[in-house]
Every structure is written in structure tokens, then in C-alpha cells.
């Protein structure tokens, strides 16, 4: 499984937000914090705030705030709810770019790795903090 960007910067803005919880928090110091684009975490931001998980004020006092306690924010909900597809990335004997796996046709991995992820995604035990 490959998580997308999106999901990755979700995560991470969550995280700096529970870190942050004694205060609101602008995009722009979520962005320097990471070093990752405004424009793209723009759209992060707003999809967490459609999500629930975000409560983001425009103006003078505003700025993002979680709209949960971090405890209760699950990370396996965030995966399951930014990603479009939680299937493994499929394995190629051999790959245009050079990489090449000789135990593809007889590799067993692909469904432990497959059954754990799916297994820590369903778990609510793992939370922000």
C-alpha cells in the first residue's frame, strides 16, 4: 500500500494541529513547519474540515484547530477516509524502471502485508496521541 500525498500531508497536519492544541494554527506555519506547498494543503485543510476533523476560521482570530480531542482522532479513520484505494501496490517481476522482484510468482507477503494493514485500520486503539 502507497498512501498518496494528500493523506500523508492529512496526517501530518493533524499531528502538528494535537501538537499545537493550546492555540489556532495558520496554514502558512503548517506549511514552513514541513516544507510543503499552501495550494496543496489548502485542499487538505478543507477536506479535514468537510471530514469533521478540522474546525478552520477565516479572518482575524482565525486559523485551524481540531475539532476533536487528538486521543479521539483515529488514524486508521483519516487513512480510510482520504485514501481511494488501500490496495497493495502490485509487485512486477520485472519493471520497466529496473526494479524487479525475483519472488513475485511465488511470494507470500502480499497477503500477510495485505490482512495486517487491514487489521490496523480496523483497530480503534490508534489514535493521534
Do not use: W
Amino acid at each position: 500500500m502507497r498512501l498518496t500525498l494528500h493523506t500523508d500531508y492529512a496526517l501530518r497536519t493533524l499531528l502538528y494541529m494535537g501538537l499545537h492544541a493550546d492555540r489556532r494554527v495558520s496554514i502558512h506555519e503548517i506549511a514552513s513547519a514541513y516544507d510543503i506547498s499552501e495550494n496543496h494543503l489548502v485542499k487538505v485543510i478543507h477536506r479535514l474540515s468537510r471530514l469533521g476533523l478540522v474546525d478552520a476560521r477565516r479572518g482575524r482570530g482565525g486559523g485551524l484547530v481540531l475539532a476533536h480531542a487528538p486521543e479521539d482522532i483515529r488514524i486508521g479513520d483519516v487513512v480510510r477516509q482520504t485514501e481511494d484505494d488501500l490496495q497493495l501496490v502490485h509487485c512486477e517481476p520485472s519493471h520497466p524502471e529496473g526494479n524487479c522482484c525475483i519472488l513475485s510468482d511465488m511470494c507470500k507477503l502480499r497477503g500477510v502485508l495485505s490482512t495486517r494493514i487491514s487489521h490496523i485500520l480496523s483497530e480503534e486503539c490508534y489514535s493521534l496521541f
